[in-house]
């Protein structure tokens, strides 16, 4: 069992930056690939960045440019740099691990931005 915990999360103006961590309870990131996602009411959690295979990473258009993950093995902890927030980018931030029989969500982080 792995449980994975957000932090970071705020209340912040637009144009201001945040960064969220997700820190995990064991050292799980060479066999899981780990990721980002955001949910707002009515509307479907939707991927925000993530690590592929290999390494690489994926962002939503919607944030390219502006947001940026990254990780610390040695803490057990991914990252998620905000920057340039916009009052659409209002949501629960979710950490999720994935591989191909398990997968693990954190309970989320609240980003609130204010115009």
């Known amino acids: 069992q792995v449980q994975l915990v957000e932090s970071g999360g705020g209340l912040v103006q637009a144009g201001e930056s945040l960064r969220l961590s997700c820190t995990a309870s064991?050292?799980?990131?060479?066999?899981?690939?780990m990721g980002w996602y955001r949910q707002t009411p009515g509307k479907q959690r939707e991927l925000v960045a993530g690590?592929?295979?290999?390494?690489?990473?994926n962002y939503a258009d919607s944030v390219k440019g502006r947001f940026t993950i990254s990780r610390d093995n040695a803490k057990n902890t991914v990252y998620l740099q905000m920057n340039s927030l916009k009052p659409e980018d209002t949501a629960v931030y979710y950490c999720?691990?994935?591989?191909?029989?398990?997968?693990?969500w954190g309970k989320g982080t609240l980003v609130t931005v204010s115009s």
């Open positions: 999720r691990a994935l591989n191909e029989v398990m997968e693990y």
């Open positions: 064991r050292s799980i990131f060479s066999s899981f690939l």
């Open positions: 690590f592929r295979s290999g390494g690489n990473t």
